[in-house]
């Protein structure tokens, strides 16, 4: 059982928490529940768990979206709210993608390693925005343009393989088919992957926050 000074300590963590957080845990809500609905289809094989894994992506977007007006609003963005939302983002955003295409047939051994790769660009991109974030906001409390595409682009990953349910086009019948290279299996779509990770970690690339 917790002592005292623990649950003081409980408590003030949540007291901590503001208001912006809240979106940022539904973002992080979302993500988990897409990867479960992706696994359940490993289970049941019901397309409808994908279509709805793959729909929650955008509404993970709506709460990450949502979490960084609703902290500059009320003047509560923190250290903690970025840390938070790195989190949050990995999940909804690297994670859960990887775990819809994994789900639609990407099982091979180099598309395993492209997933793989995608996930951990995504970690490496959003670690890296932590510790540049004050620089690159350059005193004000908004960066003014992203080093590398922002994570959440692969909402439009997501959307291929949505569409890719949609119409039928998973699991042995994937679009692109499959090629065998030094005895593994890889999925062309794949690719898409490794191409989003590498433009994730990518410094020459600056894109302004709107």
């Given at each position: 059982?917790?002592?005292?000074p623990?649950?003081r ?8 928490f503001?208001l ?8 992080a809500?979302c993500g ?12 049941g ?5 994908l279509?709805?894994?793959?729909a929650?992506?955008?509404?993970a977007?709506?709460f990450?979206v949502?979490?960084g007006?609703v ?5 509560t963005?923190?250290?903690l709210?970025r840390?938070?939302?790195s ?14 295409a ?10 395993a390693?492209?997933l793989?790769?995608f996930?951990?660009?995504?970690v490496?991109?959003?670690?890296r925005y932590?510790?540049t974030?004050?620089?690159l ?6 960066v ?9 682009t692969?909402?439009v990953?997501?959307a291929v ?13 994937i679009?692109g ?6 005895g593994g299996e890889?999925?062309?779509l ?6 989003s990770g590498?433009?994730?970690v ?9």
């Amino acid at each position: 059982m917790p002592t005292r000074p623990d649950l003081r300590a409980h408590f003030s963590m949540i007291r901590g928490f503001q208001l912006a957080d809240a979106f940022t845990l539904g973002n992080a809500a979302c993500g988990v529940a897409a990867v479960l609905m992706a696994m359940r289809y490993g289970i049941g094989h019901d397309v409808g768990d994908l279509l709805v894994a793959a729909a929650l992506a955008p509404a993970a977007l709506i709460f990450d979206v949502l979490d960084g007006r609703v902290a500059r609003w009320r003047g509560t963005a923190s250290a903690l709210g970025r840390e938070l939302d790195s989190l949050a983002d990995v999940i909804s955003f690297g994670v859960a993608p990887a775990a819809l295409a994994f789900a639609c047939g990407l099982t091979g051994l180099w598309d395993a390693v492209m997933l793989v790769y995608f996930v951990c660009c995504g970690v490496s991109r959003l670690a890296r925005y932590n510790v540049t974030a004050e620089s690159l906001s350059a005193g004000s409390d908004k960066v003014k343009y992203f080093e590398g595409t922002p994570i959440p682009t692969s909402v439009v990953l997501t959307a291929v393989f949505a569409w890719a349910v949609w119409q039928g086009r998973i699991g042995t019948a994937i679009y692109g088919g499959s090629w065998n290279i030094l005895g593994g299996e890889l999925h062309p779509l794949a690719l898409l992957f490794a191409v989003s990770g590498t433009l994730m970690v990518s410094k020459t690339l600056h894109i302004p926050k709107l």
